[in-house]
T-cell receptor, first 111, second 111 residues
Framework: NAGVTQTPKFQVLKTGQSMTLQCAQD?????MSWYRQDPGMGLRLIHY???????DQGEVPNGYNVSRSTTEDFPLRLLSAAPSQTSVYFC??????????FGPGTRLTVT | EDQVTQSPEALRLQEGESSSLNCSYT??????LFWYRQDPGKGPEFLFT???AGEEKEKERLKATLTKKESFLHITAPKPEDSATYLC????????????FGQGTRLTINP
């Protein structure tokens, strides 16, 4: 199993550009989440999904969209990038809402 | 509001010098408390889940304990490879999948 994979590993955007961070898992997990990690802030939940076709907002959802058309994939879309969205983004999945498996992260810089 | 506070922010030990990391939490009905290890540039890696006060779990040189207000991660005779950031997170019973993370403790073990 590859586990949770994320692409790209690094990305630089200009303010106002849009992009999609990709996340995929091959463990047939129902639950998937997106977090951002900033220095001194810990991991904060952006959006999560409890199954295909079902998504909900986390703690810091503004400026981000998600969709879940398949069990395997959970992309995160930045609609109009802002410098405040400079961060490291982690995708995670879990089988039973408990133990989460994290991907390697995407380091995003918005200039 | 669910909250997690970890202390200290950073800890530097000599190889073999045992110590403990603290995770204080407030949550409206605890479903689970999670410990993760995070190496630089990587995603968090699951260590333990604790569900009720008095519970303890061990893995190699690490032991996690839980009370009604806090959890401790005890590190016995640490080695340089134990150097990492240790993250604590709580999950409330009512939350769909919302882990609330502390800011982490950065542990450095000097040889």
């Amino acid at each position: 199993n590859a586990g949770v994979t994320q692409t790209p590993k690094f990305q630089v955007l200009k303010t106002g550009q849009s992009m999609t961070l990709q996340c995929a898992q091959d463990m047939n997990h129902e639950y998937m989440s997106w977090y951002r990690q900033d220095p001194g802030m810990g991991l904060r939940l952006i959006h999560y999904s409890v199954g295909a076709g079902i998504t909900d907002q986390g703690e810091v959802p503004n400026g981000y969209n998600v969709s879940r058309s398949t069990t395997e994939d959970f992309p995160l879309r930045l609609l109009s990038a802002a410098p405040s969205q400079t961060s490291v983004y982690f995708c995670a999945s879990s089988r039973d809402r408990g133990k989460q498996y994290f991907g390697p992260g995407t380091r995003l810089t918005v200039t | 509001e669910d909250q997690v506070t970890q202390s200290p922010e950073a800890l530097r030990l000599q190889e073999g010098e045992s110590s403990s990391l603290n995770c204080s939490y407030t949550v409206s009905g605890l479903r689970g408390l999670f410990w993760y290890r995070q190496d630089p540039g990587k995603g968090p890696e699951f260590l333990f889940t604790l569900y009720s006060a008095g519970e303890e779990k061990e893995k190699e040189r690490l032991k996690a304990t839980l009370t009604k207000k806090e959890s401790f991660l005890h590190i016995t005779a640490p080695k340089p490879e134990d150097s990492a950031t240790y993250l604590c997170a709580v999950q409330a019973r009512q939350g769909a999948q919302k882990l609330v993370f502390g800011q982490g403790t950065r542990l450095t073990i000097n040889p």
